[in-house]
């Protein structure tokens, strides 16, 4: 494994020879954080996004990690959602539900689904004063910097198009700076309708992992964390939370750098 830390607003990068390895550090780190927050805040709040994210989270599932955690604590939160039911292929709450949520001794009351009965507008609506309730009851943070929730640890995925969440490359999405949850109707990515936190929220964040494995997403990790500006930046490169954001990246996606 190789690491490297960039001045520019506490940046870490990890690269390690193998998904397994990166598999294996990521759960220590989530591990680790949830530790800190279930004894400083006494609640753990951890945004997951959807596709590949959620195998990589494989090895919290394990020893020493799945007795040792305190599940108790955890709320779960997606950074996207697909407007379709729960029980659809294409969502993500299946998908970490399947691959994750139902292996762990977490209470159902703490995981926040969007709710599938409602439009995107109106799913995304409902989502937000969720979370306004949640801030209320101290469950979530709020930023004091920015005035967005602030959530303890989100776990991203990035697309090989560099997108993140649901915001997608030259869409009018990445320049929302009021709302805290929004939809889209038009992703170029299946299924169409979705919502999705905005880059306010996403950069409230205390702690942000960037989970990246395989060689077709190479080009846009490069893209990222290639020194200079380009003028058309991707989503991915809006991503510089309040507190640290660590890149997870295996050989194959960080073949390029
Ligand atoms: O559509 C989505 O794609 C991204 C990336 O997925 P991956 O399978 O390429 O890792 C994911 O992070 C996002 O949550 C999801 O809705």
């Not at 530790?35 to 090895?59: C, H, P, Q, W, Y």
């Not at 989100?154 to 997608?168: E, I, N």
């Not at 989503?235 to 309040?242: D, G, L, N, R, W």
């Amino acid at each position: 494994m190789a690491a490297a830390t960039t001045a520019e607003n506490k940046k870490k990068v990890e690269v390690f020879d193998t998904e397994e390895d990166l598999a294996v550090s990521l759960a220590k780190y989530t591990a680790d954080l949830s530790d800190k927050f279930s004894k400083e805040r006494g609640a753990f709040s951890v945004v997951l996004s959807g596709g590949s994210l959620i195998k990589s989270l494989r090895k919290l599932l394990e020893p020493p990690y799945i007795d040792r955690i305190e599940w108790s604590k955890w709320h779960v939160f997606w950074v996207d959602e697909r407007v379709v039911p729960k029980d659809h292929e294409d969502s993500n709450y299946k998908l970490a539900y399947d691959g994750f949520l139902s292996k762990i001794p977490i209470l159902p009351g703490n995981v926040y689904a969007i709710n599938d009965a409602l439009s995107a507008e109106g799913a995304a609506d409902d989502y937000e004063t969720c979370l306004k309730h949640l801030i209320n009851i101290n469950v979530v943070d709020l930023s004091a910097a920015s005035g967005f929730p602030k959530f303890d640890l989100m776990l991203l995925g990035m697309g090989p198009d560099g997108h993140v969440a649901s915001l997608f490359p030259g869409h009018p999405l990445l320049k929302e700076n009021e709302k805290w949850v929004t939809f889209i109707k038009d992703s170029p990515k299946p299924p169409p309708e979705r919502i999705t936190f905005t880059f306010p929220v996403i950069n409230s964040s205390a702690y942000i992992a960037l989970v990246v494995a395989g060689a077709g997403k190479a080009g846009a990790v490069q893209t990222a964390l290639k020194e200079g500006q380009n003028s058309d930046k991707l989503p991915v490169q809006e991503v510089s939370p309040e507190g640290e954001l660590t890149w997870f990246l295996d050989k194959g996606a960080a073949s390029k750098l």
